[in-house]
């Protein structure tokens, strides 16, 4: 890494620096450099490092697979929560109850 050194830095903006600094509890330097780049902007998009990040990160992850079945188990508790908490009791079957928010009625205008 490089080495940088300001001169003449005016006293102000010094003191705003440290304050700064002491507020993000950074030292001098890292605020200096952090308030560098925000005033610089986003760095150029690379997109064969950003895979490479991807990839990495896709590494660690613990590999899970979910299945059809999976999901539609998962499904079933999560309606019989909503059937809760709407206040209605589940009907026989969990797959054929109406599960839209109450005053939504079916195409033919009938209400729930």
Not at 18 to 37: D, G, P, Q, V, Y
Not at 56 to 81: C, G, H, N, S, Y
Request: hydrophobic share 40%; with cysteine; aromatic share 4%.
């Amino acid at each position: 890494m490089a080495t940088l050194t300001l001169k003449q830095v005016p006293d102000d903006l010094y003191q705003r620096l440290k304050e700064r600094a002491a507020a993000h509890r950074r030292s001098l330097n890292n605020e200096a450099i952090t308030c560098l780049e925000q005033a610089m902007g986003p760095r150029r998009f690379d997109r064969q490092s950003w895979l490479e990040e991807v990839r990495a990160l896709r590494r660690q992850a613990p590999k899970v697979f979910l299945t059809d079945e999976m999901l539609r188990k998962a499904a079933i508790p999560m309606r019989r929560l909503r059937l809760r908490v709407r206040g209605s009791r589940p009907a026989a079957g969990d797959s054929a109850v109406d599960l839209r928010p109450p005053g939504v009625g079916r195409l033919s205008g009938n209400r729930g």
